[in-house]
C-alpha cells in the first residue's frame, strides 16, 4: 500500500443552507422582488421591452426579447414579478427566454416536422416520394398577414335564406374557452374573436389572435379551438384552391377514421344548409355543401 497526493477540491453537490461568505459581492444579489413588474404600454405598441406588453408578436419586443402569450390574468411571466404594476391586466408581454426555454439539440428525430415549409434538397432522390410537396393555396396571401378573416364565398345568384342579395359571414369562436365551437356570423371589422392567423411553428395550422396558443381543432364532425398541438392530426388544414380566390377548406387528417357514418367522398368544412347568423361549423361532405353553395371560402 501506499500514500497518494491529491487536490482538495469544493464540494460540488448542492447543500441544504446558503453557503455563507467572507466577502461581500460586487453586486447585490437579484431576488424574486427585483424582477420588473408588468407594465401595460398600450396596444398597437412596439419597442416594447422587459416585462412590457400589450405585444402581438415576438417583432414587437426590442432586442432579443420574445413575446408571451397570457391567457389569464393569473399567468406568471419568467423573469417578471408575481406582484405590483399591472399584474391584474390581461395583456401579453415581452421577456427574455432562459435557456432551458430555448430550442436544444436531441439525439432523436422530432416527431412533427421542424419548419412548416417544403425543404429543399441539391441531390434529387433515389426514387420519387409518395406525396409530391405541394404549395399551400394560401402561401402568398396570408403567410405574411397579421391576421386575416375567413369569409364564406357568395357570387351573383347564390340564393342564401330566400335572398340574392349578398351576405357576409366570417368564422368566429364563440369565447375564448378551450374547446369554445367555431360558428358563422356577421362579418366585422372590429371583431376581434374573427381574426386567424396561421400558427408560426406550422403552416397547416390555424390559431385564434382573440385567444393566442388556441388553435381550430375538429372535435368529431364540428370545430373547436384547442391548445395548439403539433402532433395532432385533427388541428391541420388545407384550403385547396388552386390558385384562384376561392378555396375549399379540408382537414388534413381523415375523419372516416373516428366518424365511419360519413361518406367516402371530399370533406369540406361549412355549416348546414344556408348560412345564418350562429351556426356551427361542421365537416360534411363537399358535394352536399355545393348544392347548398356554401363549399367556398375566401379571405376577408
Known amino acids: 500500500t501506499m500514500d497518494v497526493c491529491f487536490q482538495n477540491v469544493p464540494n460540488i453537490q448542492p447543500t441544504d443552507e446558503p453557503t455563507a461568505s467572507k466577502y461581500p459581492t460586487n453586486t447585490p444579489s ?48 419568467p423573469g ?8 391584474n391586466k390581461r ?8 435557456p432551458s426555454q430555448l430550442p436544444s439539440k436531441s439525439q432523436l428525430p422530432s416527431v412533427s416536422p421542424t419548419t412548416s415549409f417544403p425543404t429543399r434538397t441539391d441531390r434529387p432522390t ?4 409518395a406525396s409530391p410537396t405541394w404549395d399551400h393555396f394560401t ?20 340564393y342564401w335564406q330566400e335572398s340574392k342579395s349578398e351576405k357576409k359571414y366570417c368564422a368566429e369562436v364563440k369565447s375564448s374557452k378551450r374547446g369554445s365551437e367555431v360558428e358563422i ?21 390555424i390559431e385564434s389572435v382573440y385567444e393566442k396558443g388556441l388553435c381550430i381543432s375538429l372535435n368529431r364532425l364540428r370545430l373547436n379551438i ?20 376561392k378555396f375549399e377548406w379540408r382537414p388534413l387528417a381523415d375523419p372516416f377514421v373516428k366518424e365511419p357514418k360519413l361518406k ?35 379571405v376577408y
Not at 91 to 98: E, Y
Not at 140 to 150: S, V
Open 126 to 129: 433515389s426514387k420519387p416520394t
Open 30 to 77: 437579484v431576488g424574486p422582488t427585483d424582477y420588473p413588474k408588468l407594465k401595460y404600454v398600450g396596444n398597437p405598441a412596439n419597442n416594447l421591452g422587459l416585462c412590457e406588453g400589450d405585444c402581438d408578436k415576438d417583432s414587437d419586443c426590442r432586442g432579443g426579447l420574445q413575446c408571451y402569450s397570457r391567457r389569464r390574468a393569473s399567468d406568471t411571466v
Open 139 to 158: 402561401q402568398g396571401k396570408m403567410m405574411g398577414a397579421e391576421y386575416f378573416r375567413l369569409k364564406q364565398y357568395w357570387e351573383k345568384n347564390y
Open 264 to 298: 367516402r367522398s371530399p370533406i369540406c368544412v361549412t355549416n348546414q344548409h344556408h348560412p345564418s347568423s350562429g351556426e356551427s361549423l361542421k365537416i360534411m361532405s363537399c358535394r352536399q355543401a355545393w348544392k347548398d353553395e356554401t363549399n367556398y371560402w375566401t
Open 185 to 205: 356570423q356577421k362579418c366585422s371589422d372590429s371583431d376581434k374573436k374573427q381574426r386567424w392567423r396561421f400558427y408560426k411553428f406550422n403552416r397547416f395550422m
Open 91 to 98: 395583456f401579453d408581454v415581452c421577456f427574455q427566454p432562459l
Open 226 to 245: 384547442d391548445n395548439c398541438n403539433m402532433i395532432d392530426s385533427r388541428q391541420r388544414w388545407n384550403f385547396d384552391g388552386k390558385g384562384s380566390s
Open 80 to 87: 417578471c414579478s408575481e406582484s405590483g404594476g399591472d399584474i
